[in-house]
């Protein structure tokens, strides 16, 4: 499974948050020729003849086939989504006004238009629209197109979140944890996230059970952790589908059952999480509530693996390098190993500097050897503590008798 904490790290990213905030509108995107990606004939006459509501959803129509295309129909795409709304913007349309602002900032390439697409959002802003608030926050917080201001982009989010917006409740309960623009309050984040957690947004969720899984900034409690995982792995949310996965094959805060930790555990593996490719890996090298299958495991390590979960890259380098369903590959166990080490794994860090002195590196230096070494040593890790003394020893003795050397050779040449 995992080591606790390793999923403390993840974070609620710009991307995932702005698809969370969808669910606060409803998508009246008409359908169209899915082939020419092109809305219903009748619905570009409209725009055509001028009608807001029709250019506006001519707009939306191309935005959303754009996603779905590959260049150069994605251009084409991206160009008539920006041409229906902008007209429709112009006309006082609010909602085209939060669209085309958000598509301006973040579209790729020739489209984007960091200004423009500030002043679409400021304009839409000065009329209640929450999206625009949002995402003006969004850009406050990272600086884009100016220097990060923390405390203007709580102001954003505030006027967002009083409009309604869950995203922003969730952001505001994000920037109190952290001291973003505001003083860190833990209760002041708590609330904010519960709010919005009541309003069904997975990723307060999903921080609430973290915060209270984790233990550290309140008491740990099982159950609440529990209560809120559920709660988003229920929504599709796929971290925490995992973590709920993982707390069932523990019997962590749930009576333990490795049926339900399959269960919870494929669902986010099917969503491509990582956490939830490597659960079933363990479970699956295990034999809980599954068949042992030392195939289905490699299967899923690897899965994991080239999702950067360094648990899984460690633990590919000891199958290759022990030949446990494989062939012995000690290159290819090196190479895992070097994947988690550089991710900061301790017991990856203390492999890596293990191979130099069992002789099975080929290309690692005592120099690295000494640093991986020291680097899970500086984590606490026993094993590389003992070997990093001894082979610091075995490093001071060598240069002792070189130096001895060094003094003996003149006096060996006088002597002759």
Known sequence: MRVRGSWVRRV??????????????????????????????ELLERAEGGEVSAQLLAGRFYKKAAGDAEEPERARREAEALRWLTLAAEEGNAQAQTD?????????????????????????GETGQAPAFFMLGELSKTGEGSAPNP?????????????????????????????LGVDPDLETALRFYRSASSKGYAASQYRLAVIFD?????????????????????????????????????????????????????MAAEQGDADGCNNLAVLYLKGLGVSQS???????????????????????????????????????????????AEQGYASAQYNVGGMYSRKLSKTLTRDEALDWLGRAAEQGHRSAM???????????????????????????????
């Open 386 to 416: 003992k070997e990093l003394a001894e082979l610091q020893t075995s490093v001071a003795e060598e240069s002792a008798a070189a130096a001895e050397q060094a003094v003996a050779a003149p006096l060996e040449r006088t002597m002759l």
């Open 12 to 41: 609620v990213g710009f991307a995932s948050v702005i698809l969370l905030a969808g669910c606060n509108q409803i998508d009246a995107t008409p359908r169209g020729d899915g082939l020419k990606g092109d809305p219903a004939p």
């Open 100 to 124: 085309l602002g958000v598509m301006l900032v973040s579209a790729e390439g020739l489209n984007r238009n960091l200004a423009e697409g500030r002043r679409w959002l400021t304009r839409a």
């Open 214 to 266: 984790e233990g550290v900034m309140v008491g740990r409690d099982a159950l609440e952790a529990v209560k809120y995982y559920r709660m988003a792995a229920e929504q599709g949310y796929a971290p925490a589908q995992a973590q709920l996965g993982f707390l069932y094959a523990r019997g962590d805060g749930v009576v333990q059952r490795y049926d339900e930790a399959q269960r919870w555990s494929r």
């Open 151 to 179: 405390m203007m982009a709580v102001t954003f989010w505030t006027h967002a979140a009083d409009l309604g917006h869950t995203g922003a409740l969730h952001r505001l309960g994000e920037a109190h944890e952290q001291g």
């Open 294 to 340: 030392f195939d289905d495991a490699l299967r899923w390590y690897r899965l994991a693996a080239q999702r950067r979960h360094p648990g899984a890259q460690n633990m590919l380098g000891t199958i290759y390098l022990t030949g446990q369903g494989v062939e012995v590959d000690v290159k290819e166990a090196e190479h895992w190993w070097r994947m988690a």
